[in-house]
């Protein structure tokens, strides 16, 4: 497992929220992306060597959606470049973590992303996440 890749942050209104991250960090937003399958609309933004991702739920049944009812805004998860996204849920799998997608799938950003299950991971959503080249 390499860097921390993004930090994910769910919001409620998109916009407002991009409005907010922009001052924060004196630049747009470099790329805005839906992810259908997903149910999630996003933001990245970078500042220096760091980005973040806004997400904010296209459905009721989105898991952003879901996370904003139970806990309300706020870090959703924590992404982690890996260079082999498979060998590396093999491997988490023996060591017990649970693994949300066993196939890796379509994120933003042309990545193929995995999650592991908050209740493996001390109550912190971790996202493994390939660049697709
Ligand atoms: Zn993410």
């Not at 879901?66 to 060998?87: L, T, Y």
């Amino acid at each position: 497992m390499k860097k921390i890749e993004h930090i994910g942050i769910a919001v409620i209104d998109l916009e407002e929220a991009s409005i907010v991250y922009e001052k924060l960090f004196g630049s747009a937003a470099y790329k805005r992306e839906e992810v259908v399958n997903e149910g999630v609309k996003t933001a990245f933004f970078k500042n220096g060597p760091n980005k973040i991702e806004l997400l904010e739920a296209t459905n009721a049944e989105s898991p952003i959606a879901k996370f904003i009812a139970k806990k309300g805004e706020g870090i959703h998860h924590i992404a982690f470049e890996v260079d082999d996204i498979v060998s590396e849920i093999a491997r988490l799998k023996k060591e017990g973590f649970i693994v949300l997608n066993e196939t890796p799938k379509k994120g933003a950003d042309n990545k193929l992303v995995v999650f592991l299950h908050p209740k493996s991971t001390n109550g912190v959503l971790i996202e493994l996440c390939q660049e697709i080249y």
